[in-house]
């Protein structure tokens, strides 16, 4: 990349850092995997103030049996033990019921080792952060746990599934929490504490570099993922074909006969 090309993606990306809100999923993932911020974005969410992060992770790789890979946005454990999977979604196909259901699968089958008890599996919360109103029942939040239809009882498996709605902004907690998601500007925000972390990667000369690092990477993990799906139509196309040879997609590629097999026999994203 030449310097005048380095230049004007530095100045989009600062551009760009100055729009950025809580909504924002690059954004929030930096903001968040601060451990004291998530902690606090908890309680208000659970109403419960006694809960305390042990420990939280951004942009947190998990697996499907298959190997499929999904990013969640944050993935944060606390100190019972209780596993929480925040998404932040301004799309609504990014919130969909299915998907909320997957990713509480996923956890289940990742937090748990060969030869343990199923009574041990731990407790979990999949919250969903959505823009717009995705249940359409005009409400700030939406619990979701498994019930016994013929009694109506909770079934209680532990497993729990929230949908906080970022259109409600009021005076309560949650509402001015989803108020602070909404703006751009520290000056704006209610809480402190999110306001101090939100300015620090805004305004603050190092913040701004790891903003501005974060995104560089972004890109190019971007770029990577497109020519792997971009190499991956083309040795599948060509292997269909029956003319080609693994050594000759290998050879047309510049890749290993290994990395053509694992490229054909994998799962289309």
Do not use: W
């Amino acid at each position: 990349m030449s310097d005048l090309d380095f230049e004007r993606k530095h100045a989009e990306d600062l551009q760009r850092l100055r729009g950025f809100r809580l909504l924002d999923d690059d954004f929030m993932n930096k903001v968040f995997e601060d451990k004291a911020c998530a902690e606090f974005l908890l309680q208000i969410i659970l109403q419960r103030t006694d809960l305390r992060v042990q420990r939280v992770h951004g942009q947190h790789d998990i697996k499907n049996l298959q190997g499929r890979s999904v990013r969640l946005d944050i993935l944060a454990v606390d100190e019972t033990d209780r596993v929480y999977n925040i998404e932040v979604q301004r799309s609504d196909k990014g919130a969909g019921v299915k998907r909320a259901r997957y990713n509480s699968s996923l956890i289940d089958a990742n937090v748990t080792e060969p030869g343990d008890e199923y009574e041990k599996l731990n407790e979990t919360y999949v919250i969903f952060i959505t823009e717009h109103d995705v249940l359409d029942g005009s409400c700030p939040i939406y619990h979701i746990d498994r019930t016994v239809r013929e009694t109506g009882a909770l079934f209680g498996d532990e497993s729990h599934i929230l949908y906080v709605n970022a259109q409600i902004k009021g005076d309560t907690a949650l509402g001015q929490l989803m108020h602070d998601f909404s703006c751009t500007s520290a000056e704006e925000m209610h809480y402190q504490i999110l306001a101090d972390r939100v300015r620090y990667f805004k305004e603050d000369t190092e913040g701004v570099a790891t903003m501005c690092k974060a995104m560089e990477d972004m890109r190019n993990e971007a770029a990577r993922e497109a020519d792997k799906a971009r190499m991956v139509r083309i040795a599948r196309r060509m292997l269909n074909s029956g003319k080609y040879t693994y050594e000759d997609i290998a050879d047309a590629l510049e890749i290993s006969v290994d990395e053509v097999k694992t490229l054909t026999e994998s799962r289309p994203a």
